[in-house]
Every structure is written in C-alpha cells, then in structure tokens.
C-alpha cells in the first residue's frame, strides 16, 4: 500500500466569533511536494496551516498529518514536524546560538546547531543576542529553528516577508535544499514569482475555500490566452465592448485600469487604441506581459479586494 499523503484536510471549518476564517476546506499535499497556500489578507492560510500544526483545534472537519489524526499532546508527530510560524518572538536576551540548541533539545534527532545556522547564513551570529538581530536574521533563525530537527514536513509561513531580494533567494535555495531531500512543504506566500518557482502545485484560497488548485503552469494556462495587456484610461471603457476585441479572452475593470487577457498582443492593441479614441478615453499608460500567476491570482481573488477597496472609500 502506498503512503498516505502528506497533508489532507476535509471540510476544515474554523470560526472566530462571526468570522468564518476558515469555510469548508479542502486540500491534499502529496508527499516530497512543496505546496503552496495563496490568498489575500485574512483569505484564512494562516489559520489552516495553525490546524495542520496542531496548533489551534477546527470547529467542523478532519486533518491528517503524515497519516495521523492529532490526538492526546501528539509528541511523536510534533517530531516530525518542522515549523515557521508567520510571526515569531526569540526571548531577546537569548543568543542566537542557545535559541538554536533549545529548539534542538525539542526533537530526538535532526541536525547540528551549527549546521542549522550555517544552511540559514547565521554562523556569524551565534554569539549574538536575539535583540540585536535585523528583522530578516530573525526572520532567518526561525527557519533554522524550524528545520533544526530535520523535519519530515515544513509548514513555512510567509518565510520571505520582510527580507531582502537576496536573502529571500537564499531561502529559496534553503526550500530547494529541502524538496531535493524528499521533505514536503506547505508555505504560504504573497510573492507569486516565489510561489512560481518553488511550489508543484498551489492553491489559491480566499474567504477560507480553495478557489483553484494546480501546478502555476495549469493556472496561467487556465487564464485562455498568454499575454496580459494593462492600460490606464482618462475615462470610461465598457467592459462588454473591450470584451467584444479580437483576440481577447479576459477583461477586467477596475476604475481607469483596464486588464485584458489576449492571445494575440499585436492583434488585440490596435483595435483597443482605436476604441480608446472613439471613446475619448486617452490611454495614460500601457504594458505587456506573459500571463504569471499573479494574473491567475488577481482574477481570482483581484475583483474581491478592489470591491472590498471601493467599500472601504
Ligand atoms: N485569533 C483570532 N481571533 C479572531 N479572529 C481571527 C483570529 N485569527 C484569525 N482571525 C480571523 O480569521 C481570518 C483569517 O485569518 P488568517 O490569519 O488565517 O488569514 P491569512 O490568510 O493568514 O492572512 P495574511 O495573508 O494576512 O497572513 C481573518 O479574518 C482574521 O481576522
Ligand atoms: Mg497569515
């Protein structure tokens, strides 16, 4: 019999109050696979992978992790186990180093403090005071303190917000490290070209659903056509008139920008400027790319927010 996947969760509800964070989720992670968790502020990511962890109980639904449902204080699983909490506070006056090996003497087995410290760039910092840290070296010692124990599942939370390009590259490379040694890990992220690069598959949640779920490739491929066209308008375009120009697949609107998905640049543009100008509505801006998955992402989750925005004004 094969094993069981990594991460499931089934029907997972969490409520806070009148909030629903989490709203009948469902998800797989398969072994050795990192996955990734998508969506806009408070789309519920935290709060699923905190369930996962074993870290906060559901009101409805199942998970199961490496197998096994949490139960009891769950230590034999917790071994298993790596984690990278979206915020995390080191007692300040700690070193580096002694935070290291207090999150050592919590697994039965894992790595070498040193090495932990080196794979994260730290090794300068051992005698260091946590209080002395920039944001990204802490940032960087809570995943060495999350992969100390040489974790069979990683769950990293947002672990490059706040760092630098360069050192968000070196985490990448930590993940690479990772996923080419067989662990699984679920990560949650703003950035899409992280996303893009690590992740087999991602999921894009919101209002604590999944709203689509594949490998990035599948996603932009989802989008129908290749290439984005966004031009800023001084006036009004109607949605079902740019709808109705050749070659394009997608339309948004928002305010004065104008977001199509195309499958032709050069068949799509001069039709769109010739309409620009019988509608008096001058193009200020305008720029071509290749469908990523932030388009993926806005289409999805992009109407909500900019109408939660509109709400909000
Ligand atoms: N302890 C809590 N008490 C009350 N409400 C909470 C609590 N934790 C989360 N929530 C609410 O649940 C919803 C989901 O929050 P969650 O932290 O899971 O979002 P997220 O997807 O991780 O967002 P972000 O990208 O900002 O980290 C939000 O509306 C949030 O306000
Ligand atoms: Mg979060």
Not at 60 to 79: H, I, K, P, Q, S
Request: hydrophobic content about 45%.
């Amino acid at each position: 019999m094969s094993a069981p996947p990594a991460l499931v969760c089934r029907g997972l509800v969490k409520r806070y109050g009148d909030v629903v964070a989490v709203n009948g989720l469902d998800l797989d992670v398969r072994r050795g696979e990192c996955f990734g968790l998508l969506g806009p502020n408070g789309a519920g990511k935290t709060t699923t992978v905190e369930i996962l962890e074993g870290l906060c109980s559901p009101d409805g639904g199942e998970v199961e992790v490496l197998g096994e449902r949490w139960v009891g204080d769950g230590l034999a699983l917790r071994a298993r186990l790596g984690i990278q909490l979206q915020e995390t506070r080191f007692p300040e006056k700690l070193q580096v180093a002694e935070v290291i090996a207090l999150f050592r003497s919590f697994y039965p087995r894992g790595l070498e403090p040193e090495e932990a410290l080196r794979r994260v760039s730290l090794q300068e910092k051992a005698r260091a005071h946590v209080r002395t840290l920039s944001g990204g070296q802490k940032q960087r010692l809570s995943l060495a303190c999350a992969i100390v124990g040489d974790p069979e599942v990683l769950f990293l939370d947002e672990p490059s917000t706040g760092l630098d390009p360069a050192s968000r590259r070196e985490i990448w490379e930590i993940v690479e490290d990772l996923k080419a040694r067989g662990r699984t890990i679920l990560l949650t992220t703003h950035y899409m070209e992280e996303a893009a690069r690590l992740c087999d598959r991602v999921a894009i949640v919101d209002r604590g659903r999944v709203l689509s779920l594949g490998t990035p490739a599948a996603l932009v491929a989802s989008l129908g056509a290749e290439h984005v066209v966004e031009v800023e308008v001084d006036g009004e375009l109607a949605e079902e008139e740019l709808r109705a120009l050749p070659a394009v697949e997608g339309v948004r609107v928002a305010g004065r920008t104008v977001r199509l998905t195309v499958r032709d640049v050069a068949r799509a543009l001069p039709p769109l400027l010739a309409l620009c100008a019988e509608r008096g509505a001058a193009p200020r801006r305008l720029a071509t790319h290749h469908a990523s998955l932030e388009d993926v992402f806005m289409a999805l989750a992009g109407r909500r927010l900019e109408g939660a925005g509109e709400e909000a004004a």
